[in-house]
C-alpha cells in the first residue's frame, strides 16, 4: 500500500486521481503541505498510486546543448522575468487551447484553468509558495478527451505527475505541451497565510500582493510589495528572507530528481540569472526568461512565438544555475525550525531562525530607493558593455 512522506512526495495528486474506488484524499499536514491519505476501507489493493508515482522513479530527457533568452516584446511588466511563459500561454490561446498555470486568491495559491487572456494574467508572475493542485489534473484528461490543445506550467514534480497520471488513463497527449520551472523549492502555504495574517494585523486589509515586485529596470532584485485597501504601498525583504532561508520548504525539496540538467517537460522557464555577464546589452534590466527546449514539441513553440519576441541563443553553461545541477541543501536547523513553529507559532519562529525585521517595511519612500539601484544597475551595464567592446 501506497505510504508517503512529505520526503518522498510531491503533492501532485496523481495517487488520488487515479485511484479507481476513491480511496486517497489530500490532507494538510502541521507544516501546511498536502499529502495523500488513504481510507483503507476503500482500498482494493490495486496498485495504481504506487506505479502511477514518480517522485522517486523519474527520468528526465537528455536535451539538447542550446538554451534560450527570452525577451517579450510588449507587456513584460507583470511576468516574473523575460514573459516566455505568457508568449506561449496567448501561443495556445490563438489556437483555441486552454492554459493551466498558478494563480493566488489573497494567501491562497493553487492551479487553474485558463481559456482565455483574463485568465492567464493571473498565472503571471511567481507565487512562492506550494499550490495545490485540486481537480486540475482531471480537468486536462477531460480537455484532451474533448480534443482541445493544453499548456500546463507548473513546477516539474507537478508536471511529470500530470503526466504519469496521463499516461496511467491512456489519455492523448500529442495535444498536451508541458513548461516546468527551474525550481528552488517550494515553500510552505501554511508558513504563507501566517505571514499574510500577521501582515494584516499590522498594517490592514491588503487588496494586491506581490510575492517578487518587479521595479522598472530592477529585475534582479527580490522585493515584495504589497498594496492595502487605502492604496498604501510597502515593499520588503522578509518573505524573500524567510524563502532564502529555506527553512520552510517542502522536505521532499531537498532531495528533488527534478533539479538537474535532464528535464521532464517540452519546455522550461527560469530566470536567466547570468545573462548580465553572459550577454550584458541584451540585459535591460527588465527580465530576460531562460527557457530550454526540451523536445521537438518545446522547440515548435519557440519558433511560433518568435515574431512577438527577442530570442537569443546561448550555450547552456552561460546559464546554468544550481537548481538546473542540484537540489536546495536542506538547513541544519531544519528540525528546531518546525518544532519551534510548532509550540511558538509564526512571528517567534522567524524572528528566531530568519533574517525576518520587524521594521523592514517601507512605504512608497523605498520606490526612490529602487529608482536609485535600477540607475545604478544601468550604468553598470554599460560600463560592462564598454569593456567588452
Ligand atoms: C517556487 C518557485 C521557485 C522558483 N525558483 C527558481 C529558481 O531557482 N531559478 C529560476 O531561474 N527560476 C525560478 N523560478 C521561476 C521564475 O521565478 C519565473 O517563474 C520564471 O523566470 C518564468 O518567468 P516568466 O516571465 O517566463 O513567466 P511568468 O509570467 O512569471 O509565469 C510564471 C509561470 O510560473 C507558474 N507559477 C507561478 N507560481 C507557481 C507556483 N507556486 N507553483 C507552480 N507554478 C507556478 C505560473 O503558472 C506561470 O505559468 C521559481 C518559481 C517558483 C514559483
Same mark, same amino acid.
Given at each position: 500500500?501506497?505510504?508517503?512522506? =512529505? ?28 499529502? /495523500? ?46 514573459? #516566455? ?12 487551447? +486552454? ?5 493566488? =486568491? ?5 492551479? #487553474? ?64 505541451? !508541458? ?7 517550494? /515553500?510552505? /502555504?501554511?508558513?504563507? $497565510? ?7 494585523? @499590522? ?19 527580490? +522585493? ?25 520548504? @517542502? ?7 527534478? #533539479? ?7 519546455? !522550461? ?5 547570468? +545573462? ?14 531562460? !527557457? ?9 513553440? +519557440? ?18 544555475? /544550481? ?35 520587524? !521594521?523592514?517595511? @517601507? ?15 544601468? $550604468?553598470?551595464?554599460?560600463?560592462? #558593455?564598454?569593456?567588452?567592446?
Amino acid at each position: 500500500m501506497l505510504e508517503k512522506s =512529505e520526503k518522498n512526495c510531491c503533492g501532485c495528486t496523481a495517487c488520488r486521481c487515479v485511484c479507481p474506488t476513491g480511496a486517497i484524499r489530500m490532507q494538510e499536514n502541521e507544516k501546511g503541505f498536502l499529502l /495523500p491519505m488513504i481510507e483503507e476501507e476503500k482500498c482494493v489493493q490495486c496498485g495504481l498510486c504506487e506505479r502511477v508515482c514518480r517522485f522517486e522513479r523519474s527520468v528526465g530527457k537528455e536535451r539538447d546543448a542550446y538554451a534560450y533568452g527570452i525577451k517579450k516584446k510588449k507587456g513584460r511588466r507583470y511576468s516574473q522575468s523575460g514573459g #516566455a511563459f505568457a508568449l506561449f500561454a496567448e501561443a495556445l490561446l490563438e489556437k483555441g487551447g +486552454i492554459v493551466y498555470g498558478v494563480a493566488a =486568491e489573497r494567501a491562497n495559491v493553487f492551479y #487553474a484553468r485558463a481559456s482565455g487572456a483574463e485568465g492567464i494574467s493571473k498565472f503571471k508572475g511567481s507565487k512562492y509558495v506550494q499550490a495545490s493542485v485540486g481537480d486540475v489534473f482531471w480537468n486536462v484528461k477531460k480537455d484532451l478527451e474533448d480534443g482541445k490543445a493544453a499548456l500546463f506550467c507548473g513546477t516539474p514534480c507537478h508536471v511529470d505527475g500530470l503526466v504519469s497520471f496521463l499516461g496511467q488513463k491512456n489519455a492523448d497527449m500529442k495535444k498536451l505541451i !508541458t513548461c516546468d520551472l527551474v525550481c528552488h523549492g517550494v /515553500p510552505s /502555504p501554511r508558513v504563507f $497565510r501566517d505571514y499574510y495574517a500577521y501582515l494584516e494585523r @499590522r498594517f490592514g486589509v491588503i487588496r494586491e500582493y506581490d510575492f517578487r515586485k518587479k521595479f522598472s529596470g530592477f529585475w534582479h532584485s527580490h +522585493i515584495e510589495s504589497f498594496l492595502l485597501k487605502d492604496n498604501r504601498l510597502y515593499v520588503s525583504e522578509n518573505y524573500p528572507n524567510l524563502f532564502y532561508s529555506h527553512l520552510e520548504l @517542502r522536505e521532499s525539496c531537498y532531495h528533488c530528481p527534478y #533539479a538537474s540538467e535532464k528535464r521532464v517537460s517540452d519546455l !522550461t522557464i527560469g530566470d536567466f540569472w547570468g +545573462i548580465e555577464k553572459a550577454d550584458p546589452l541584451y540585459d535591460d534590466g527588465n527580465g530576460i526568461s531562460l !527557457t530550454l527546449a526540451n523536445s521537438k514539441k518545446g522547440m515548435e513553440l +519557440i519558433k511560433e512565438v518568435r515574431a512577438k519576441a527577442e530570442i537569443r541563443e546561448y550555450a547552456f553553461k552561460d546559464c546554468l544555475q /544550481p537548481n538546473l545541477q542540484h537540489p536546495t541543501k536542506q538547513p541544519e536547523a531544519y528540525g528546531a525550525f518546525w518544532d519551534s513553529y510548532a509550540r511558538h507559532g509564526f512571528e517567534a519562529t522567524v524572528k528566531k531562525f530568519c533574517s525576518f525585521n520587524e !521594521t523592514d517595511y @517601507r512605504k512608497d519612500t523605498s520606490l526612490k530607493k529602487c529608482r536609485r539601484a535600477a540607475l545604478q544597475f544601468a $550604468r553598470s551595464v554599460k560600463r560592462r #558593455a564598454k569593456k567588452m567592446l
